[in-house]
């Protein structure tokens, strides 16, 4: 059940009205998560203008990200959106769930990823030297680990926002992993 209100397009500040139409017009819905923010003034501008950002971490590569962190902190939302997302950008679904599950056997580049950001949330950033030389050596650059980082950032707010909040999910569950 949610512990808050999902606002309204009438609910919410002008400036927050422009955001919606914005999300209307380019996804075709406000997504539950995304109006949640439009409780504050402030938050759904500058989550979208992170999210939006230009980074090295892009298309499959910025799914990886954005599923593996979801699934360690047990986001229903965002996995559910994410799945959907994935495999709108090319995953099977096999490999969504591989993914979530912190490897990509399919791909050695997007599995030293996915190892890395698993590692990386589950243990706080503190990763070991072999897991950093692992991604390193997949032919990923000091760029593209400071963009996971960012990537892991943005996705770890709607992760709380959702953890917090219990909006109700608007994107297709996402299957359970096996145990």
Not at 99 to 127: C, E, N, T, W
Not at 133 to 155: H, M, P, Q, R, S
Request: with cysteine.
């Amino acid at each position: 059940m949610s512990r808050i209100n999902v606002p309204t397009r009438d609910d919410v500040s002008p400036t927050n009205q422009a955001l919606f139409d914005n999300l209307e017009k380019g996804v075709g819905m406000v997504p539950n998560l995304y109006a949640t923010l439009a409780h504050s003034e402030h938050a759904l501008g500058s989550y979208l203008a992170l999210q939006n950002a230009k980074s090295s971490i892009t298309g499959k590569a910025r799914e990886v990200v954005n599923l593996v962190v979801s699934q360690v902190n047990g986001c229903e939302y965002c996995l559910a959106a994410h799945t959907m997302i994935g495999k709108m950008g090319g995953f099977t679904d096999a490999q969504v769930l591989e993914i979530r599950s912190g490897r990509a056997s399919f791909d050695p580049k997007l599995d030293a990823l996915a190892q890395l950001v698993k590692a990386m949330v589950s243990l706080r950033g503190k990763i070991d030297d072999a897991t950093l030389d692992a991604f390193f050596a997949a032919g990923w650059t000091k760029e593209n680990l400071v963009d996971v980082i960012v990537t892991v950032g943005d996705k770890t707010i709607t992760n709380y926002l959702h953890a917090m909040t219990k909006v109700p999910v608007d994107f297709p569950a996402a299957p359970e992993l096996a145990a």
